[in-house]
């Protein structure tokens, strides 16, 4: 595996890591990613065989917890990568002792450090661009300073020069989305905002899944090879010319068609 952390020249086409937003999904077994009667405690290791970073979604849902957090990074390889959600208390919810709440999440992702490329703050469609939602992300980029932080937003309020350059002056990096064109959703950036790290998210084209609010429907789209060929000989190549490294993510989790995707992604990087 190439080392994650060699450094490129602007000149030179940067590494990258592509995988998927997480990896325990049961349905990956019927969709023949993963063998039949591989049970979730097999899955990690099992994935670390065809992908070399993944996007840790559970994180999201509950707070993270560093005993196990350190028995999940027993069964990957010491070279795999991770990446991992803020907590949703911390990004979607918002309505608990926020200090304590972070406090929390430093602890439990301490034993991650060494193996951590990105912590992902992923803010909602309704965190719109205002002067108390800028207080709140700048104390959550202050309060995640000595950690390699990307943000995604998803209101096109946010799409504007000043909040790109506060992101390049802290060296945040701005995540580059791949959705379905909605007014109101925030859109394809071409820009990188931390020359450290360059970070993408696959989340499907599907218009109709995106806007029946039906989140199994939302991302349920399967990529094209032609697709993500036009993806990497675009937006891709530029990228890579203009960040140390690179972090990709197929959610698109639906009937396996994410590792699918990734699989194919990789080919083509290659």
Known sequence: MKNFYESSTVDTLCPVLV????YSYTEWVDGGFYPQGTRT????ALYAKSFPVVELNYTWYQMIQAEAISRMIARAPKDFRFAAKL???????????WKQELQHYREGIKPLQEQLAAILIQLPPDFTWSVKNRYYLAWLLDSLHDFPVAVEFRHVSWARDSV?????QRQ???VTVDAPNIPKLFPYVDLVTNPSLFFVRFHGRN?????????QQKFDYSYSKDELQQWNDTHLHSLRTRAEKGIIFFNNHVRAQAP???????????
């Open 19 to 22: 995988g998927t937003s997480g």
């Open 41 to 44: 405690p097999e899955m990690l």
């Open 87 to 97: 907590t949703r208390t911390l990004t979607h919810e918002r309505d608990r002792d």
């Open 164 to 168: 790109f350059a506060e992101l390049e």
């Open 172 to 174: 945040v990096t701005l």
């Open 207 to 215: 218009l109709q899944g995106w806007q029946s609010g039906n989140m």
């Open 260 to 270: 699918a995707n990734a699989h194919c992604l990789q080919a083509l990087i290659a």
